[in-house]
């Protein structure tokens, strides 16, 4: 989940059986995207610590966390050794009253309803215009079913949730 706190700790023998040292590590974490990585912990020294998975960033649910674990013992041998961390996902569907509405999700134009998934805890944005034009009519924006403002941020839910924005016609 998003914003949760991620502790490792890794450990390594040389050839005689003794255990490495801590200063003998390195450990960097990646943050996979799709089908390329952007460095989230640049490489540091030591075999243990702790991180948090952030709260804002890159919004695609295809995305986890390697971390990858570097030792070089006495003689100059290199071990290496990587862990995955998959978020966990929900959807949210986003529609309007009434239907076929805009509706911006991270500044990303959607019409409603549409579903999307996410990685729990992650914070997105919503945002309607005020007035929306349907066929010859106009509807001004009333509010969303979670209480928030025309533009308000969420957390992605940690079970299925619909937000729902509703329009009043506007009347002459």
């Known amino acids: 989940r998003a914003g949760d706190t991620i502790s490792y700790s890794a450990s390594a023998t040389d050839s005689a059986g003794n255990p490495i040292g801590g200063d003998l590590f390195t450990t960097?974490?990646?943050?996979?995207?799709?089908?390329?990585?952007?460095?989230?912990?640049?490489?540091?020294?030591?075999?243990?610590?702790?991180?948090?998975?952030?709260?804002?960033?890159?919004t695609s649910a295809d995305t986890w966390h390697e971390i990858i674990f570097r030792v070089?013992?006495?003689?100059?041998?290199?071990?290496?050794?990587?862990?995955?961390?998959?978020?966990?996902?929900?959807?949210?569907?986003?529609?309007?009253?009434?239907?076929?509405?805009?509706?911006?999700?991270?500044?990303?134009?959607?019409?409603?309803?549409?579903t999307v998934e996410g990685v729990v805890g992650l914070q997105r944005e919503l945002n309607v215009p005020t007035i929306q034009k349907s066929g010859s009519d106009y509807y001004e924006f009333s509010n969303w079913s979670d209480g928030g403002n025309a533009d308000h941020f969420i957390e992605t839910p940690e079970t299925d949730t619909t937000y729902t924005a509703t329009y009043s016609q506007v009347t002459n």
């Open 28 to 58: 960097e974490v990646l943050l996979h995207h799709h089908d390329h990585t952007h460095p989230l912990l640049a490489p540091i020294t030591g075999k243990s610590r702790q991180y948090s998975i952030p709260t804002s960033g890159e």
């Open 72 to 114: 070089t013992d006495a003689d100059n041998l290199t071990a290496i050794k990587s862990v995955n961390i998959y978020p966990k996902k929900s959807n949210f569907t986003l529609q309007t009253v009434p239907a076929n509405m805009q509706v911006y999700l991270d500044g990303t134009l959607i019409y409603t309803p549409s």
